[in-house]
Each structure stands twice: as structure tokens, then as C-alpha cells.
Nanobody, 115 residues
Framework: QVQLVESGGGLVQPGGSLKLSCAASGMRFELSGMGWFRQAPGKEREFVSTISRGGTTSYADSVKGRFTISRDNAKKSVYLQMNSLKPEDTAVYYC?????????WGKGTLVTVSS
């Protein structure tokens, strides 16, 4: 059974930083594409960032220059370093994995950016 478990969310002030982690199990992580999505209250889930099994990254325009995605295959984990956080970054952040034409999702971790 594939499981993705996010951690690292919390309350942070505007301009602050936070690092999210996603630990995977039950899958060939090293062969999987990974990513982060987020969903704010009353809004649709949106793409944030992805990283391929080869390390190629992509970012939504709204987070470019502020967020950095990375992965550690030995730990079967993917990370999202978030800097210069803005109130509009407030959302539940979900970890996504893709392997063998299937998508897997974590349950999410809440990030609140507020003064």
C-alpha cells in the first residue's frame, strides 16, 4: 500500500520560511515523479512544484524564486523549502507521487501565513 505522509506545516509570519517534508512508503520512490500541490479555503487545488526522478524541477509562476523542491531517494522523501512566504501561500499542501501511470496523494499539511 502506497503512503505519502506530509509534515512541517504550521503558522509563520509573512516573509518567513518553512520547510515541508513528504515521506513515501510502499512504492519505488526512485522511479517516481514527485510534486507538491496546494488548496486554499474556497479555492481549487493548484500546482506548486514537481521534480522528476532525474531531478528536473518545475514551479508555478506564483512561487518561482521563493520555493525550492528537492528529493532524497535514500530517504524516500521529497521536500519543499518555502521562503519569503506571503499570506496568499496559506493553504493545505499536498504531496503527490506518480508511478506506473498512477497518482498517489498524501493527506496534506496546513501552512498558515499570517501576522
Amino acid at each position: 500500500q502506497v503512503q505519502l505522509v506530509e509534515s512541517g506545516g504550521g503558522l509563520v509570519q509573512p516573509g518567513g520560511s518553512l520547510k515541508l517534508s513528504c515521506a513515501a512508503s510502499g512504492m519505488r520512490f526512485e522511479l517516481s515523479g514527485m510534486g507538491w500541490f496546494r488548496q486554499a479555503p474556497g479555492k481549487e487545488r493548484e500546482f506548486v512544484s514537481t521534480i522528476s526522478r532525474g531531478g528536473t524541477t518545475s514551479y508555478a509562476d506564483s512561487v518561482k524564486g521563493r520555493f525550492t523542491i528537492s528529493r532524497d531517494n535514500a530517504k524516500k522523501s521529497v521536500y519543499l523549502q518555502m521562503n519569503s512566504l506571503k499570506p496568499e501561500d496559506t493553504a493545505v499542501y499536498y504531496c503527490k507521487g506518480n508511478y506506473y501511470a498512477l497518482d498517489y496523494w498524501g493527506k496534506g499539511t496546513l501552512v498558515t501565513v499570517s501576522s
